[in-house]
């Protein structure tokens, strides 16, 4: 078993084996076996483009249900400003605050001051910062992972400053139990997520630590009810709401959302991870130096593009144009306060806990010769395959089949190009039997006459 | 030609190509990836077979590159034929650059070419012969006395 968790499950019933998935995957961490999907569970960076991919909805993102909120004695919803971008402008974020303690919460927090906060931190950090150049967004969990796994010389060029979404959950948990008089472990703190991904950060973070959330709800499942919920709020009660809404952190949920509040010369947003891919290869050869930061997100479009949401991803990127746009007009404007952020950026409050250690892909063998070796007989196999990554054998690409046929199940007549030299060389091995046996037969007789005349002194 | 523990492997690079420039050194790294070579040297090594992969686009016709693989050493060998260099020294300095307007219109010819590469690996040799060709071989010491 692999030591590490996903929160991503292929149903094998639903599973017809049309390899969608195996051809998106960006770490080509899928293969088909006997028509059904699997996932090689040390490859996988849960961005979830197989559960957007497959047609048939069999590959599922394991968030937490309703149910897990009876396991506490209060519960609070952090909702991601991923959320708001499925309404945009017409149901504003305060009303979705208020209506989610319609649903079952007992409180309800919005992130976006957090986030306005975060963006003041990130500032701070680069003022002073002299590493190597970019320094990388945190914010996405697979572009932590992906890091981790493919890109291991980049991790210390990933921003140590822990996401909002942590940070405001370690603080509502602080304050409430002093409040409420209950211990943090009473208090759970469920994120409202756009995507699987933040489902593993919390159960197993990247850095080793421990996640202040206690469970992920996924978009998805609780749009429905907060429809409906949204319909018996009254306005008054959800005006005092506007305290938290930060037009700052609004944008966090869009690709390109936290550069904008950074007021930094060179920044960068890229999203969507093959897009991603690209930019972190050229990272490593020494390119994009000048650049400070890099905002990158798994999803295209940032978080609104997160597979466990409803709505279009470029209707809701522009939604949150709209919406900021909106708040501007609202009177209350929530702003954190640059000096408190720098007093506690000074006591070390924003860091993250642990330290991010790299997580790269087993080699070949351990062995170094060993490996060497393995990594040419691969070439070699590569070499008899049509190169044209079919995926009829069940891997993705021919290199993945090559592979595969090294270190796992796979043989070479898997390959369907190569199945018919396999015939080829059955049906030679068949007729040089044949004329075997005939010329045998043809010398036979006199060779058995011979014998018998041996066998008779 | 080649003892039994190593591994030896071709590509072709093709000078003014700049859509599919930086694709050898990409896959460079993925192999010392996937023998499982320290991510300090699979950088240095990205890099500088970077830098020599842009050097053959941006001036020469067309390369051969090799990389051999043992568990001692990586090397890296680029043959090119192209202009060769007039004056190696003079190249081997920062900021020293033959570049064209359009070639640094598009981010390259900032003069760190061949410095960059020497300033990662762990033995470089570069010979040239004037309208023939350039010869760079690129070594990347894996045991002890490497930069890592």
Known sequence: MSPYLHFLKIEPDKCDGRMKCMRVCPTEAIRVRNGKAQIIEEKCVDCGECITACPHGAIVALTDPFGELTRFRHTVALPSPGLHAQFGKEILPQKIVAGLKHLGFDDAFDLSLTCGEVSFAIQEYLRDYNGPKPVISNACPTVVRLIQVKYPSLIDQILPIDTPRELAARELKAKKAKRLGLKEKEIGTFYLTPCPAKMISIRQPAEKGRSSLDGAISISNIYGPLLSALEGVEKDSYEKDLKNICILGMGWAMSGGICRTLRIKNSLAVSGIHEIIKVFDDIEKGKLRDIEFIEAYSCHQGCVGGSLTVENRYLSFNKVLKLIETLEYEKIKACPDIREVRKKYEEGYYFMKGKLEPRPLKPLSEDLSEAIRKRREKGEIYEKLPKIDCGACGSPTCMAFAEDVIMRDSVITDCIFNLPQKFEKLSEEFSSMLEKSISMSGVQSPKKKNKDKKGKP | ?148
Not at chain 2, 4 to 21: E, P, T
Not at chain 2, 93 to 115: I, K, V, W
Request: charged share 25%.
């Open chain 2, 1 to 148: 030609m080649f003892c039994d523990d190593g591994l030896s492997q071709h590509f072709q690079i093709q000078g003014g190509d700049f859509s599919r420039a930086g694709r050898v050194s990409t896959t460079i790294k993925e192999i010392l990836q996937e023998v499982g070579i320290d991510p300090a040297i699979i950088r240095r090594a990205a890099i500088a077979s970077y830098e020599a992969e842009m050097n053959v686009v941006m001036y020469a016709q067309k390369a051969d590159l090799t990389l051999k693989l043992t568990p001692e050493e990586i090397t890296i060998r680029i043959e090119d034929q192209g202009p060769g260099i007039k004056n190696i020294d003079q190249a081997m300095q920062e900021g020293f650059s033959t570049a064209t307007d359009q070639m640094r219109e598009m981010g390259f010819g900032a003069g760190m070419g061949l410095p960059n590469i020497n300033r990662n690996a762990d033995v470089f040799w570069i010979g040239s012969i004037r309208g023939k060709g350039t010869v760079l071989i690129i070594t990347f010491l894996l045991k002890k006395g490497g930069k890592a």
